[in-house]
């Protein structure tokens, strides 16, 4: 059974700092990671998608990362802003399987 | 198109009642996803359709839940004899076909169960 966690459950930091948030899952045998922002009392929007044969996706200050082998990823976000303030959420997807989300990382960034 | 939408956006019953949730997905997504998210928890898949017909289901749903896509457009949950323990944010996301799809999420309808 694919288990994903997120570490750390919670983050705060200043304004313009560089970050890096952890998603780590079980089952090396995915079809594909995406990360997702959620803000509160809100649904998900989708952030960015990396396929199983690719290693990394960029959209502006984000990058996401992913090692299959070590059942690993990475939300990497650039000068941090305010308005990145909220829970940041990891889901794996295994061939013919829906996804498998993590807890998430909930992030404060402070003026 | 404007996105995945949920209506309601809140529901409050009593422990007992049926209720009936909505989901309009985007409009060429052949694909649609119901979750089940509580406090400080990622979603929980339920069930999803491809067109009309229902292809997975977990076993979160239990009997008391139903869920329909009459005609491959948007699609209904239904909670019979709700309990305290549906109370949750219950979230349709749609896609296109494919695993290699982004899946888009909508609002959720928050349910809370008294």
């Known amino acids: 059974k694919q288990e994903v966690t997120q570490i750390p459950a919670a983050l705060s930091v200043p304004e313009g700092e560089n970050l890096v948030l952890n998603c780590s899952f079980t089952?090396?045998?995915?079809?594909?990671l995406q990360w997702f922002r959620q803000d509160p009392g809100k649904g998900l929007t989708s952030l960015l998608l990396i396929q199983s044969s690719q290693r990394e996706q960029t959209s502006g200050r984000l990058n996401a990362s992913l090692d299959k082998s070590s059942g690993r990823s990475t939300l990497y976000i650039a000068a941090s802003q305010p308005g990145d303030s909220a829970t940041y959420l990891c889901?794996?997807?295994?061939?013919?399987?829906?996804?498998?989300f993590g807890p998430g990382t909930r992030l404060s960034v402070l003026p | 198109d404007t996105g995945v939408s949920q209506d309601p956006r809140h529901k409050i019953t009593k422990r007992g009642q049926n209720v009936t949730f909505r989901c309009d997905p985007i409009?060429?997504?052949?694909?649609l996803y119901w979750y089940r998210q509580t406090l400080g928890q990622g979603p929980e898949f339920l069930t999803y359709f491809q067109n009309e017909a229902q292809l997975e289901k977990s076993r979160l749903l239990s009997d008391r839940f139903s869920a329909e896509r009459p005609k491959g457009s948007f699609s209904t949950l239904e909670i019979q004899r709700t309990e305290q323990g549906d109370s949750a944010m219950y979230l349709c996301?749609?896609?296109?076909?494919?695993?290699?799809?982004?899946?888009?999420f909508g609002p959720g309808t928050r349910l809370t169960v008294t």
């Open positions: 089952d090396s045998a995915i079809y594909n």
């Open positions: 889901a794996v997807r295994r061939r013919g399987q829906n996804f498998v």
């Open positions: 409009s060429e997504h052949n694909r």
């Open positions: 996301a749609s896609s296109l076909e494919g695993g290699q799809r982004e899946q888009y």
